[in-house]
């Protein structure tokens, strides 16, 4: 009896069947599991890209955008860092087309201050500010050309083609004297461009995430 009695070659060799088998039905539940949570997460990111497009078309327009950014974060799930889109969001950042306009009404203040001597009189800048109406500036001008017409010329071309840190760059190079009418301006181009900058950030992680078929990391 004893010589018949199984060996442990012979156990394992007729368990190792079973063993197989059950290792292959739990790959296949893990595998199951793991295609179940990529798509929930491609499913959730790309909602989150239709909400992120609904603040897109809110910033445009300008004004307040709360309702737009609550949206994104219900469904970010705290996943993203909203926290510069946060702070503008009951006061709403100015759209492109509305800072375009109010440089083209600034451009005349500027170059007036800078032209106004230390001991302009108030007639003198009332005449300045009668000149202004009527005066037409030039657009085109030689990519050396530093005078202030032609600064703020880049300026407009780079507010136009949607530039923002071009404008912020050029504005460096203004005279003191030009820049002083032009700083609560150059702070509503700033907010505009550090929201359009957080808004690009998260954009490109969704895209990132959709392609990989995880969730957008906070921060990226």
Request: aromatic share 2%; net charge positive; charged share 25%.
């Amino acid at each position: 009896k004893f010589k018949q009695a199984a060996k442990p070659a012979d156990v394992q060799s007729a368990v190792a069947p079973i063993t197989t088998k059950l290792t292959a039905i739990e790959q296949s539940v893990q595998g199951v599991v793991k295609s179940e949570q990529d798509r929930n997460a491609t499913a959730g990111n790309i909602l989150l890209s239709l909400e992120l497009t609904n603040l897109k078309r809110a910033l445009d327009r300008g004004g307040k955008y709360a309702s737009e950014l609550a949206a994104v974060k219900k469904l970010a799930g705290g996943k993203l860092d909203l926290a510069v889109l946060e702070a503008q969001q009951n006061t709403g950042v100015p759209s492109a087309q509305t800072l375009a306009t109010e440089l083209r009404a600034l451009a005349h203040t500027m170059l007036d201050a800078e032209a106004e001597p230390a001991d302009a009189s108030v007639t003198d800048r009332m005449l300045s500010g009668f000149k202004s109406i009527v005066r037409v500036r030039k657009t085109n001008f030689a990519a050396d050309d530093k005078s202030t017409e032609a600064t703020i010329a880049r300026m407009e071309k780079a507010l136009t083609e949607g530039r923002l840190a071009d404008v912020l760059e050029e504005a460096k190079k203004l005279p003191p004297k030009a820049a002083a009418p032009a700083q609560n301006w150059l702070q509503r181009i700033d907010a505009r461009y550090q929201v359009d900058k957080a808004l690009a950030a998260l954009e490109s992680s969704l895209k990132t995430s959709l392609a990989g078929g995880a969730a957008p990391a906070k921060g990226n």
